[in-house]
Structures are given as C-alpha cells and as structure tokens.
C-alpha cells in the first residue's frame, strides 16, 4: 500500500499486485540460471553474444505465449462456470413414451435414431444458453463512476437511507459519488498523501479518511443530492443516448452541486502514528474511532476531541486493516505477522485474542454476523471463524490469487471476495462457491481488485468494487433471500 513520499504513493500495493499478476517464475523454465561456466568460457565472445540475444528472443516469445494462457484461462474458467450452472437436460417425450412402456424396445431406424440425437442436441444447447442468459441477469454490471486518477484502494457504503458510496484513492483524494447517477459530489483534498481508506459515521454525516500522510482525517460528509425529478429524467432516458451525451447529462446533474464541491479541510485531524495509516473504523455509536497502522499499532482516538484512548500492541508487523463490530464494542486487527487479533473492549481489562491460521500477511478480517469473522490472506485462502471456538476456521475457502478487502452480505450472508487477478468471487457464508461476476473485455475490472462493498437497500446497485485500474463499478446481484 502507498506511503507518503512522491515516489512511494500508491505504488507500494499496486506494485504487489501487479508483481503478483506476473510472478509465475517458476512455471517458466530458467534458460539461463544454469548456464554452466565452464562450457561459457569456451565459447567466442561473438557467438556468446548471439546466444544470449537468442536466449532474449526465446524469453519474450515466451512471455507472449504465457500472457496469451493466461487470457485462455479465464475464458475457460468463465465457460466452465457457466456449463455448471446447466442442469441435465429434460428427457424428450419419445424418451419419456420409452419410459413409461414397461415391454421390450421396439428397434429403430437409423432415421430415427438420428432424429433423437438431433432433438436431444437441441434440448441440452437450449439449457446451455438459457444459464448464459440467466447468469448474465444475475450478476449486472449496472455503472461505472468515473473521475479517479490513480489506484483507488476502497469503496464504502455510507448508512441506511443515504445513497452515496465514499473512494479512497492513491490519487491523494476521497470522493463521494451519488449511487442513482454515478456523479461525483464532493472532492476531499486534505490529505498530502494517498488516501488508504473511507468508513461512513453509522449514524451521522461524518467520514473518516487514513492516509500515506500518517494521519486520519474527519471530515463532513453533507452533500446536495440533484433533484428527484432531474435523476429520474437521467435515468429513464440514459439508455436512449450514446455515452457521451450521457455524460453530458451527468454533467446537467453536477452543474447542481454547488456547494461542498471541493474540501480542503478536515474538522478533525487524528495523529499518534509513526507510519503509513492503513485503515480506520468508527466504534458502535459512531463517538470514537480507531485506527491501524504501519508502526504496528492500533489507537482509539475521541472523535470529538482527537484524544488518544488506548493504544493497541501486539502485532510483530505492519497492520492492514482494522474492522469493527457493528453492535458491540469489539475490534479485529490484520496484519502482516500472518495474524489477526479480537480486541474485547466490552471489559475492564481488554481482552485480546489471537486467531492464527493463515500462511502470509493477513489483508482483512471482518466481522459477520454476532459471532462469525471472515479472514482473507495473501496465501490466497478466505477462512470464516466462530468467536466461540476460536483454535480453528469452521470452513475454508482456496483461490487461485490473493485475497483484498472483502465484504459479507449482512442480510444474505454473502462473501464477495476481490482478488488481485481481478475476479470478484462470491460464496455463502458456509463457503459454498455461488459464483463469480462477469469479466472480459467491456465488463469488469482490468487490473486487481482492491475492495469490494455491499449496499443492500439499493434495489440497482448492491454491490460496489474499485480497483487499481482506477475503476469504481456498481453491480447488481441478483440473490435469492434466504429463509
């Protein structure tokens, strides 16, 4: 993740998942790690130099083959989701005539034995493009907000009733978009480096932003929306118009928001932290927030005030992420240590636990539900824990890719999981693989996917993702409520 230098900001991460886009050294022959020194020497200077560009040459071609398997891959991967989403085909009726008629099997002609291929053909291709069309209704790509210049590294959904989602970017701002019509309402500039962060106050117009800067900022977040009239009149007509007149019409809607455009200054600045602040999350009750850095500590500050509460120690290395419990007073840490940690406030003396399961450095771990807490790592695993029993994860999920900040489904009990080879996975919350949304050349991400957000009382967009492609995109899931 960024830090605060020029040179460092929104690079630090971008470059580990782009390292980790390309690392598969080792499914690549080494043609030259084993060249042997004696046979070296007794080459001409002029044919070592030639073996070496044809060493070059044969390094390239074969980059451009493992780039073109890569891309193979994922049609194939897409292809098999879908054909699994096929269930066996129906009998046809001479089929079900056969099975009802308990005497022997009248022989066929070969006409008509070709004639049943034919009919059972066209029976199982019709399944197979009635689940691409039902695939493709239930994961929607619904919109795209545009304006980041740089990385954004999360999406938030601000409280119950208000439509706006908040990014952080490496592009040293925070903005709040509008969810009916993908405008951006305001400009957050106080921060000197890239913004790592946004949570939503759960009760007030309060946000909070942590930075490369060292510091996390706590700004008002009181915007004007556009009219009723003016964004159902963008939306019924927005799919009658090619995509710059759209954009026009999103230009009609800011011309609206006028005040609050751009904001300089923070009404609060929390500082105590010695590095990069990775993440920060408001308490129950939305009065105090705390915050996760790269020094290794976490510290609950007074929102009002800017007081230092409590300092949190423990972790061996830099922290990652810092969630709270929507209902008690309860925190969970990540860190780069391979652990994540359960901070009890609820008690006197704060009691601390730590869950140890995963093989590298912990990105996010999240509260779900009461008492379950769902841990995504860099060893490309997703595990879902019990606070009651806490030896061991209850179910585990495997990837083929590293794993960012995930969100779970409150309601639905949804995992969506972003990735860094940009797929955004969803399963349930017993870690049941549900499915994964649609990515190719005009959906979805390009490059990893940072962060993911649900929204569930928006009826169009209830699933937000943004990633290092600069990229903040709306989706809609159609999933089934549970009983």
Same mark, same amino acid.
């Given at each position: 993740?960024?830090?605060?230098?020029?040179?460092?900001?929104?690079?630090?991460?971008?470059?580990?998942?782009?390292?980790?886009?390309?690392?598969?050294?080792?499914?690549?022959?080494?043609?030259?790690?084993?060249?042997?020194?004696?046979?070296?020497?007794? !080459?001409?200077?002029?044919?070592?130099?030639?073996?070496?560009?044809?060493?070059?040459?044969?390094?390239?071609?074969?980059?451009?083959?493992?780039?073109?398997?890569?891309?193979?891959?994922?049609?194939?991967?897409?292809?098999?989701?879908?054909?699994?989403?096929?269930?066996?085909?129906?009998?046809?009726?001479?089929?079900?005539?056969?099975?009802?008629?308990?005497?022997?099997?009248?022989?066929?002609?070969?006409?008509?034995?070709?004639?049943?291929?034919?009919?059972?053909?066209?029976?199982?291709?019709?399944?197979?493009?009635?689940?691409?069309?039902?695939?493709?209704?239930?994961?929607?790509?619904?919109?795209?907000?545009?304006?980041?210049?740089?990385?954004?590294?999360?999406?938030?959904?601000?409280?119950?009733?208000?439509?706006?989602?908040?990014?952080?970017?490496?592009?040293?701002?925070?903005?709040?978009?509008?969810?009916? +019509?993908?405008?951006?309402?305001?400009?957050?500039?106080?921060?000197?480096?890239?913004?790592?962060?946004?949570?939503?106050?759960?009760?007030? #117009?309060?946000?909070?932003?942590?930075?490369?800067?060292?510091?996390?900022?706590?700004?008002?977040?009181?915007?004007? !929306?556009?009219?009723?009239?003016?964004?159902?009149?963008?939306?019924?007509?927005?799919? #009658?118009?090619?995509?710059?007149?759209?954009?026009?019409?999103?230009?009609?809607?800011?011309?609206?928001?006028?005040?609050?455009?751009?904001?300089?200054?923070?009404?609060?600045?929390?500082?105590?932290?010695?590095?990069?602040?990775?993440?920060?999350?408001?308490?129950?009750?939305?009065?105090?927030?705390?915050?996760?850095?790269?020094?290794?500590?976490?510290?609950?500050?007074?929102?009002?005030?800017?007081?230092?509460?409590?300092?949190? +120690?423990?972790?061996?290395?830099?922290?990652?992420?810092?969630?709270?419990?929507?209902?008690?007073?309860?925190?969970?840490?990540?860190?780069?240590?391979?652990?994540?940690?359960?901070?009890?406030?609820?008690?006197?003396?704060?009691?601390?636990?730590?869950?140890?399961?995963?093989?590298?450095?912990?990105?996010?771990?999240?509260?779900?539900?009461?008492?379950?807490?769902?841990?995504?790592?860099?060893?490309?695993?997703?595990?879902?824990? #019990?606070?009651?029993?806490?030896?061991?994860?209850?179910?585990?999920?495997?990837? #083929?890719?590293?794993?960012?900040?995930?969100?779970?489904?409150? +309601?639905?009990?949804?995992?969506?999981?972003?990735?860094?080879?940009?797929?955004?996975?969803?399963?349930?919350?017993?870690?049941?693989?549900?499915?994964?949304?649609?990515?190719?050349?005009?959906?979805?991400?390009?490059?990893?996917?940072?962060?993911?957000?649900?929204?569930?009382?928006?009826?169009?967009?209830?699933?937000?993702?943004?990633?290092?492609?600069?990229?903040?995109?709306?989706?809609?899931?159609?999933?089934?409520?549970?009983?």
């Amino acid at each position: 993740m960024p830090t605060d230098s020029a040179a460092k900001t929104g690079k630090s991460k971008g470059v580990r998942g782009i390292r980790r886009l390309h690392s598969h050294s080792q499914d690549r022959p080494a043609i030259m790690s084993r060249y042997d020194s004696d046979t070296e020497a007794m !080459l001409p200077a002029g044919a070592r130099g030639r073996l070496y560009d044809l060493f070059a040459q044969i390094e390239k071609e074969f980059e451009a083959l493992y780039a073109e398997n890569i891309a193979l891959r994922d049609q194939v991967d897409i292809l098999s989701e879908r054909v699994e989403t096929c269930s066996t085909a129906e009998k046809t009726p001479s089929e079900a005539h056969d099975a009802t008629d308990s005497g022997a099997k009248p022989k066929r002609s070969a006409s008509q034995i070709s004639q049943k291929i034919k009919t059972t053909y066209k029976a199982s291709t019709s399944k197979i493009v009635s689940s691409f069309r039902t695939a493709s209704s239930a994961y929607s790509l619904i919109q795209n907000f545009r304006g980041h210049r740089d990385g954004v590294w999360e999406v938030g959904v601000s409280r119950p009733g208000v439509k706006i989602i908040g990014t952080a970017s490496a592009d040293h701002t925070a903005k709040l978009w509008c969810t009916e +019509t993908g405008i951006c309402l305001l400009n957050y500039l106080g921060h000197q480096g890239s913004v790592n962060a946004i949570r939503f106050n759960p009760s007030s #117009d309060l946000v909070v932003t942590t930075s490369g800067d060292q510091t996390a900022h706590i700004w008002k977040a009181q915007v004007n !929306l556009p009219s009723h009239d003016l964004i159902k009149s963008h939306s019924s007509g927005e799919d #009658d118009v090619e995509g710059s007149e759209k954009e026009d019409m999103a230009d009609d809607l800011g011309d609206q928001v006028t005040e609050l455009t751009t904001l300089r200054v923070p009404m609060l600045e929390l500082t105590g932290h010695m590095g990069v602040v990775m993440s920060a999350d408001w308490m129950t009750g939305g009065d105090q927030v705390i915050t996760a850095s790269w020094d290794r500590l976490a510290i609950l500050h007074d929102a009002e005030t800017g007081e230092q509460i409590s300092n949190l +120690t423990g972790h061996d290395q830099e922290l990652t992420d810092v969630r709270t419990h929507p209902s008690q007073r309860l925190v969970v840490t990540s860190s780069k240590d391979t652990t994540f940690r359960l901070w009890d406030f609820r008690e006197r003396n704060m009691l601390v636990s730590v869950f140890q399961g995963h093989t590298q450095p912990v990105t996010t771990a999240v509260f779900a539900g009461a008492e379950k807490v769902v841990s995504g790592s860099d060893d490309r695993t997703v595990k879902i824990w #019990d606070l009651k029993n806490m030896r061991s994860p209850i179910a585990t999920i495997r990837s #083929d890719s590293a794993i960012n900040r995930l969100s779970v489904s409150p +309601t639905q009990n949804t995992i969506a999981i972003p990735h860094d080879n940009r797929h955004i996975r969803l399963y349930d919350i017993s870690g049941n693989r549900i499915g994964r949304l649609p990515r190719n050349s005009r959906q979805g991400h390009t490059k990893m996917v940072c962060s993911v957000a649900w929204d569930e009382e928006n009826p169009v967009c209830n699933l937000f993702s943004c990633g290092f492609d600069r990229q903040v995109l709306g989706w809609h899931i159609n999933l089934q409520p549970k009983e």
